[in-house]
């Protein structure tokens, strides 16, 4: 990445896209495996670049779908609330 930002042609958008991954932050730390971590925060990187001068709107809805965000906020195997008192995790709502 900051090969990219230092050398590249599209250096607006690669600063841009920079400046998304400070605000749309992501924890890799609570990954599946170690060995997805590089594959989690390469397709986040990637997500934000392809937005970099795109609508908000897909840009928020395109981060809520993604995986590294639903692995960090307990969305991934989340179940609904039922009657016997389960409670669904609501991480994303905070």
Known sequence: MWQSILTGDDVLQQRVTLALSEIFVVNSENCISVKTKPLFMAHFMD??????????????FDVTLSVPLGDMLGILGNLKGNAQGRRPDENFAR
């Open 47 to 60: 997500l934000l670049q392809k937005h970099a001068f795109g609508n908000f709107y897909d840009l928020l």
